[in-house]
């Protein structure tokens, strides 16, 4: 799970402050014990969930979402300082949603407050007038700090980007020294041996010697300048592809992030992987409602891990001919494809480091 998926938990405690709305009451009004244990019940209930919301992603997160309105609903009526609580779970639903999916959570959680307001004796009389300014307002904060992980994520994604092109201008460097390299040592080698042919046709056994002899040192010292100029190099179609690729579908509107090393293939493997990776591509940009994906590359232990995820609207998988032809083309080269459906549709292809004899 990538780092910016999840709020920092360092200062988690210290955002613990708003919760005096909810303590305040307990020391200016007086209660009777078996409220004072329903608000404890409540107070160790709100945290849990708020603790849980630290710790999953955003798209787990209307889990501890719902629990906390739970509980911030049920102890309304023995204490209205749980406007506090429905504050956090303001936050968390600008933090955790699309600006669509905020808005209509946000006119459920101030309808919540105004069903409370109008079906119970609230003792505080401010309760939905102070109640709603301060969720409104907590929740913009939610909304902030998604801004913020987003920014944070595009940062990371330009680094992998960065590597990407600077790989490719590489790749140029090296072509261009090959060709000027090569050009001059083969008109050389051609000079050398039509020249020694001559001298050996006028039996001057001697002289075509000597430049059959500059000939081999003129190949060493041509060998010896492509294996410097090459040395590192490493294939760059995948790598080529994948750049391609996501631009493909930030083009579609899609927040496109790279994570991992994009690994070494030989040849054959490395084609059938990118014709894998295009096709699953194109049945994101045809049929998936999100908008955000991500591709990552993962080695584990003698299998490289390639997953593609986005997360749109999950519906009933129909494998058509396309992932048909997906999956022969991959078990050709020994890897196998599983597609999963949670919070959008994952498709993980394991290919084994070496590839197997057929």
Known sequence: MAPYDKLESKL???????????????????????????????LLLFLLCYFWA???????????????VLVATLITPVNPGSVAMFAYAGFFIGYAYSLRHFLWLMAAL??????????????????????????????????????????????????????????????????RDLHDILGHTLSSIILKADLAEKLLARQQADAAQQQLTELSQIARDALGQVRQSVSGY??????????????????????????????????????????????????????????????SFLQQGSEFSICLSDNGQSVAITEGNGISGLRERLAAIGASLTLQQQHGVSALIQLPQQENAQ
Request: net charge positive; hydrophobic share 50%.
């Open 12 to 42: 988690s405690w210290v955002y613990l402050i708003n919760l005096i709305f909810y303590i305040i009451p307990l020391f200016t009004v007086r209660f009777v014990l078996w409220q004072y244990v329903s608000m404890a019940m409540a």
């Open 54 to 68: 630290y710790r999953c992603s955003r798209n787990d997160m209307h889990w501890p979402i719902a629990g906390i």
């Open 110 to 175: 101030v309808a919540v407050l105004l069903l409370l307001e109008l079906t119970l004796t609230i003792p505080w009389r401010l309760f939905l007038y102070m109640g709603v300014p301060i969720v409104l307002g907590v929740s913009f904060l939610g909304r902030a700090e998604q801004a913020k992980q987003r920014h944070r994520a595009a940062e990371l994604q330009s680094e992998d980007e960065i590597k990407q092109l600077a790989t490719m201008v590489e790749r140029e460097r090296i072509a």
């Open 234 to 295: 490493k294939h760059q179609g995948l790598s080529v592809a994948v750049t391609k690729l996501l631009s493909r579908l930030r083009d579609a509107g899609f927040q496109a992030v790279l994570k991992g090393e994009i690994p070494q293939l030989d040849a054959r493997r490395e084609t059938a992987l990118i014709l894998a990776l295009t096709e699953l591509v194109t049945n994101v940009i045809r049929h998936s409602k999100g908008d955000s994906c991500s591709l």
